[in-house]
């Protein structure tokens, strides 16, 4: 039963323009909700997080929206860049490191920033 | 400043095998955390340890143990490896064990 959800495989978006990712998740215990991104052949890049005391967190160019009636969270990237072009995981825990339960991924989104 | 460190980066073994992988985290980190890659889905929690003992473990059998070395170095042990043992075997360091994660670029393992 998978507790993080990423619906959406892959996403194409023209440059310049907003990507939008979602994420879904269905433990309520969960309170720390994190964004990575991972080029092929290397780790996954932790990018930006968010607290479940907030339901917004902005860095730069990316932003994440946290819902937590509806359980969803997204990450905008505004503007969108080629090198955006990567798989985005989202992940939840029950604390900011993951603890002793360790950090719940999706299964990714492919991000591809088209020219 | 060096990141976290694996090795091997790639390894073949055959079925029933063991196997051993290999983490150096961050100077400074004192925590340590593994994580397995299937093709096509995302990381799943394996393990982690702080100072040296093990303070989390994922739904994964007995044939995966690890253990943390003194100068906070780790070890993945993969015992009867299966076919489905394939995947990347990614580990992560941080300050602490809620501290955020740094990844390594992982280990490749393929069964055969």
């Known amino acids: 039963d998978q507790q993080v959800k990423q619906n959406s495989p892959s996403l194409s978006v023209q440059e310049g323009r907003i990507s939008i990712l979602n994420c879904d998740y269905t433990?309520?215990?969960?309170?720390?909700f994190l964004w990575y991104k991972k080029y092929p052949a290397e780790g996954p890049t932790f990018l930006i997080s968010?607290?479940?005391?907030?339901d917004k967190n902005e860095d730069g160019r990316f932003t994440v929206f946290l819902n937590k009636s509806a359980k969803h969270l997204s990450l905008h990237i505004v503007p969108s860049q080629p090198g955006d072009s990567a798989v985005y995981f989202c992940?939840?825990?029950?604390?900011?490191?993951?603890?002793?339960?360790?950090?719940?991924f999706g299964k990714g989104t492919h991000l591809i920033i088209q020219p | 400043d060096a990141g976290v460190t694996q090795s091997p980066t790639h390894l073949i073994k055959t079925r029933g095998q063991h196997v051993t992988l290999r983490c150096s985290p961050i100077?400074?980190?004192?925590?340590v955390s593994w994580y397995q890659q299937v093709l096509g889905q995302g990381p799943q929690f394996i393990f982690q340890?702080?100072?040296?003992?093990?303070?989390g473990r994922g739904n994964f059998p007995d044939r995966f143990s690890a253990r943390q070395f003194p100068n906070y170095s780790s070890e993945l042990n993969v015992n009867a490896l299966l076919l489905g043992d394939s995947a990347l075997y990614l580990c992560?360091?941080?300050?602490?064990?809620?501290?955020?994660?740094?990844f390594g670029s992982g280990t490749q393992l393929s069964v055969l």
């Open positions: 992940a939840a825990s029950a604390g900011s490191g993951g603890g002793a339960d360790g950090l719940t």
């Open positions: 340890y702080y100072e040296k003992e093990e303070r």
């Open positions: 992560a360091s941080s300050l602490g064990p809620l501290e955020k994660l740094f």
């Open positions: 433990n309520s215990m969960f309170d720390y």
């Open positions: 968010i607290s479940s005391i907030k």
């Open positions: 100077s400074g980190h004192k925590s």
